[in-house]
């Protein structure tokens, strides 16, 4: 008799390693503080920097185009799921990141897989920064071309990499701007350069600096003056933006071709025309987000100043990512644990998303969070601290 057995044994080994991990249901939106069984919570794990989630102007977006064209747009972009709402954020989008144009998929994820997956072929090859998000592995591993990985921000590596790379037809070097679980930058400057001095496309993903890095949040090109230097830029619409959503900024034979080529693009259905109207109302608030980000950093700042001075290792944060690194997983989930106990949820990373002795507590400032939740989150952590790690 079929039997999901085998399943059932690895989630009793993850149960016994601490590293099975149920979804928490929440019971409100995400701002700074949320519900969790009717108990109000002070979130530090979500992804909405800016607070656009629950921006006024860019509910009321949805709410018409929910009115003008329903709830869904009814078939992927290709037949009838291209409406003139789809077309303008693409636009904007370009404008906004200063390219000639920008293709939009369902989620940053996707928009990896199909870019990757569209532009490498058996000739080309893909030298990728080892701690680069999964959706980029998978998008490499959908591929023919050959791959190889530098360690992570080595510069060295990367250069040998590209001088042993000059019989391929492309030479893609693929990062992510800012890096999801340490919170640090990629040196873009110099990883453009060597792209240059080796005749190599350059890749960036900037999922975590889109909204937060470069001139009201243009990504990490800006941040570095860059422009015209980078040849594809992916951006995310879920985390900074507020809505869903993923797309590339690049040259407009590069869009042309992923409308032919990328099957996350072709083979399924477009945004709903709510989350279109959503981000291309975001693109107008990011234009002036200026304050905003400025809070946002400032409160990066301040607490990852607070949690070094308790004596905490933050590893190579310099963003609002700012990881408490514990090691073991099953010590790591205790903390997490703990800290929800004081009222604050902060996500518990464990093997294999880190390194099995990289265990951390992933702190995510926003721009929503005031000093006294800040506070509130460096008093929990000093005690939950006490108690794991002493
Ligand atoms: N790239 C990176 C670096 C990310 O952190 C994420 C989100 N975890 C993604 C891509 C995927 O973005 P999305 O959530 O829009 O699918």
């Known amino acids: 008799m079929a039997s999901w057995n085998t399943l059932q044994q690895e989630l009793e080994q993850l149960q016994m390693e601490g590293r099975y991990r149920p979804l928490t249901v929440w019971e409100s939106g995400s701002g700074a503080w949320m519900t969790l069984n009717g108990r109000s919570v002070l979130q530090m794990s979500s992804n909405n920097y800016l607070g656009l989630t629950e921006h006024p102007g860019m509910k009321e977006a949805a709410i018409r185009a929910i009115e003008k064209y329903g709830v869904g747009s009814g078939s992927v972009r290709t037949i009838t799921g291209t409406l003139d709402i789809h077309d303008q954020l693409e636009q904007e989008l370009a404008r906004f990141k200063g390219t000639e144009a920008a293709l939009v998929f369902q989620s940053g994820f996707t928009a990896n897989q199909g870019v990757l997956a569209s532009l490498l072929g058996p000739d080309d090859v893909v030298i990728s920064d080892e701690l ?10 959908l591929t023919k071309a050959q791959r190889k990985v530098f360690a992570h921000k080595d510069m060295d590596q990367l250069e040998a990499a590209l001088k ?14 800012v890096f999801s679980m340490d919170g640090d930058i990629a040196p873009l400057p110099t990883i453009v350069a060597l792209a240059e001095k080796y005749d190599a496309f350059v890749y960036v993903d900037d999922a975590h600096a889109s909204g937060v890095l470069g001139k009201n949040g243009k990504g990490s090109t800006d941040h570095f003056g860059l422009h ?18 993923g797309y590339v900024a690049c040259d407009q034979v590069v869009k042309d071709y992923l409308i032919h080529k990328a099957r996350p693009f072709l083979f399924s259905t477009s945004q709903t025309p709510a989350v279109a109207a959503t ?58 644990d703990l800290l929800l106990q004081e009222g604050v949820y902060a996500q518990g990373i464990v093997y294999p998303t880190v390194a099995m002795d990289k265990g951390r507590v992933r702190f995510i400032v926003t721009a929503q969070h005031t000093r006294e939740d800040l506070d509130f989150a460096l008093h929990a952590l000093h005690k939950a601290g006490k108690q794991i790690l002493e």
């Not at 680069?132 to 591993?141: L, V, Y």
């Not at 042993?164 to 070097?173: D, L, M, P």
């Open 164 to 177: 042993e790379s000059a019989g391929f037809q492309k030479r893609i070097v693929v990062t992510d701007g």
């Open 279 to 336: 981000c291309l109302s975001a693109i107008q608030v990011l234009g002036q987000s200026g304050d905003l980000i400025a809070k946002l950093w400032e409160n990066a700042a301040y607490f990852r100043s607070k949690v070094q001075a308790l004596g905490f290792d933050t590893g190579a944060s310099e963003t609002p990512i700012i990881p408490v690194i514990v090691g073991n997983p099953a010590k790591t989930m205790q903390f997490s």
């Open 228 to 245: 015209g230097r980078v040849h594809i830029q992916i951006g995310t619409l879920s985390k900074a933006v507020g809505a869903v959503g």
């Open 132 to 141: 680069n998000h999964a959706s980029i592995i998978d998008g490499i591993r």
